[in-house]
Protein backbone atom coordinates (compact mmCIF):
# COMPACT_ATOMS: atom_id res chain seq x y z
CA UNK A 1 0.00 0.00 0.00
CA UNK A 2 1.27 3.34 -1.36
CA UNK A 3 1.58 5.65 1.54
CA UNK A 4 2.65 9.62 0.84
CA UNK A 5 3.42 11.96 3.44
CA UNK A 6 3.89 15.95 3.12
CA UNK A 7 5.84 18.01 5.76
CA UNK A 8 6.75 21.48 5.87
CA UNK A 9 4.25 23.66 5.62
CA UNK A 10 3.17 26.69 7.31
CA UNK A 11 3.21 30.25 7.81
CA UNK A 12 5.65 32.49 5.32
CA UNK A 13 5.73 35.88 4.82
CA UNK A 14 6.00 37.51 1.03
CA UNK A 15 9.79 36.59 -0.81
CA UNK A 16 10.47 34.13 1.92
CA UNK A 17 10.92 30.88 1.41
CA UNK A 18 9.82 27.10 2.64
CA UNK A 19 10.55 24.18 1.90
CA UNK A 20 8.10 21.03 1.36
CA UNK A 21 8.76 17.27 2.31
CA UNK A 22 6.91 14.22 0.70
CA UNK A 23 8.06 10.51 2.20
CA UNK A 24 7.06 7.67 0.45
CA UNK A 25 6.26 4.06 1.28
CA UNK A 26 5.02 1.10 0.27
CA UNK A 27 6.92 0.28 -2.73
CA UNK A 28 10.20 0.74 -4.76
CA UNK A 29 10.27 4.97 -4.56
CA UNK A 30 12.91 4.94 -7.25
CA UNK A 31 10.79 3.15 -10.04
CA UNK A 32 8.64 6.40 -10.10
CA UNK A 33 8.16 9.88 -10.96
CA UNK A 34 6.42 12.20 -7.94
CA UNK A 35 4.67 15.36 -8.70
CA UNK A 36 3.53 18.55 -6.22
CA UNK A 37 0.22 19.77 -6.83
CA UNK A 38 -2.19 22.69 -5.04
CA UNK A 39 -5.45 24.12 -4.06
CA UNK A 40 -6.61 27.55 -2.92
CA UNK A 41 -10.02 27.77 -1.43
CA UNK A 42 -12.86 27.35 -3.84
CA UNK A 43 -10.61 26.62 -6.71
CA UNK A 44 -9.44 23.43 -8.65
CA UNK A 45 -6.21 21.02 -7.17
CA UNK A 46 -3.62 23.07 -10.14
CA UNK A 47 -0.23 21.46 -10.85
CA UNK A 48 2.61 23.18 -9.72
CA UNK A 49 5.94 20.56 -10.23
CA UNK A 50 6.37 16.94 -11.42
CA UNK A 51 10.31 14.99 -11.93
CA UNK A 52 10.70 11.98 -13.53
CA UNK A 53 11.72 8.30 -12.13
CA UNK A 54 15.24 9.13 -12.86
CA UNK A 55 15.20 12.51 -11.70
CA UNK A 56 16.19 13.67 -15.07
CA UNK A 57 13.17 15.41 -16.36
CA UNK A 58 11.64 18.10 -14.45
CA UNK A 59 8.20 19.96 -15.55
CA UNK A 60 6.83 23.44 -13.39
CA UNK A 61 3.60 25.20 -13.96
CA UNK A 62 4.35 28.72 -15.54
CA UNK A 63 3.29 30.70 -12.11
CA UNK A 64 5.95 29.07 -10.04
CA UNK A 65 8.85 28.52 -13.08
CA UNK A 66 12.51 30.20 -11.52
CA UNK A 67 11.14 29.90 -8.28
CA UNK A 68 9.97 26.61 -7.40
CA UNK A 69 12.65 23.70 -7.42
CA UNK A 70 11.16 19.99 -7.21
CA UNK A 71 14.00 17.05 -6.19
CA UNK A 72 14.09 14.01 -5.33
CA UNK A 73 16.50 11.53 -2.76
CA UNK A 74 16.08 8.06 -3.63
CA UNK A 75 18.00 6.98 -0.95
CA UNK A 76 15.39 8.55 1.84
CA UNK A 77 12.41 7.69 -0.31
CA UNK A 78 11.23 11.53 -0.16
CA UNK A 79 10.67 13.71 -2.58
CA UNK A 80 11.01 17.70 -2.23
CA UNK A 81 9.90 21.12 -3.22
CA UNK A 82 11.86 24.07 -2.46
CA UNK A 83 9.84 27.26 -2.63
CA UNK A 84 11.31 30.64 -2.34
CA UNK A 85 9.82 34.33 -3.59
CA UNK A 86 7.16 33.09 -2.07
CA UNK A 87 3.78 35.05 -3.33
CA UNK A 88 0.97 35.31 -1.09
CA UNK A 89 -0.99 34.15 -4.06
CA UNK A 90 1.30 30.94 -3.56
CA UNK A 91 -1.05 30.34 -0.57
CA UNK A 92 -2.90 26.85 -1.02
CA UNK A 93 -3.00 22.95 0.47
CA UNK A 94 0.12 21.63 -1.18
CA UNK A 95 -0.36 18.05 -1.83
CA UNK A 96 2.18 15.08 -3.07
CA UNK A 97 1.45 12.98 -6.14
CA UNK A 98 3.29 9.41 -7.10
CA UNK A 99 2.41 8.33 -10.23
CA UNK A 100 0.83 4.58 -10.47
CA UNK A 101 2.77 3.34 -13.33
CA UNK A 102 6.35 3.22 -13.15
CA UNK A 103 9.59 4.44 -15.55
CA UNK A 104 7.78 7.49 -16.87
CA UNK A 105 9.27 10.41 -17.92
CA UNK A 106 6.49 13.25 -18.69
CA UNK A 107 3.78 11.69 -16.81
CA UNK A 108 -0.67 12.76 -17.65
CA UNK A 109 -1.53 13.42 -13.88
CA UNK A 110 -4.75 11.99 -12.75
CA UNK A 111 -6.96 11.15 -9.68
CA UNK A 112 -6.02 7.51 -10.78
CA UNK A 113 -2.58 8.13 -9.32
CA UNK A 114 -1.34 8.00 -5.42
CA UNK A 115 -2.43 11.45 -3.63
CA UNK A 116 -1.02 12.66 0.08
CA UNK A 117 -3.18 14.31 2.70
CA UNK A 118 -1.60 17.84 1.94
CA UNK A 119 0.12 20.48 4.18
CA UNK A 120 -1.34 23.98 4.36
CA UNK A 121 1.43 26.68 3.19
CA UNK A 122 -0.04 30.54 3.84
CA UNK A 123 1.92 33.31 2.47
CA UNK A 124 1.15 36.55 3.77
CA UNK A 125 1.64 40.01 2.44
Known amino acids: QVQLVESGGGLAQAGGSLRLSCAASGRTFSYYAMGWFRQAPGKERDFVAA????????RYAASVKGRFTISRDNAKNTVYLQMNSLKPEDTAVYYC??????????????????WGQGTQVTVSS
Open 97 to 114: AADRNPYTEDHSWSANDY
Open 51 to 58: ISWRGSYT
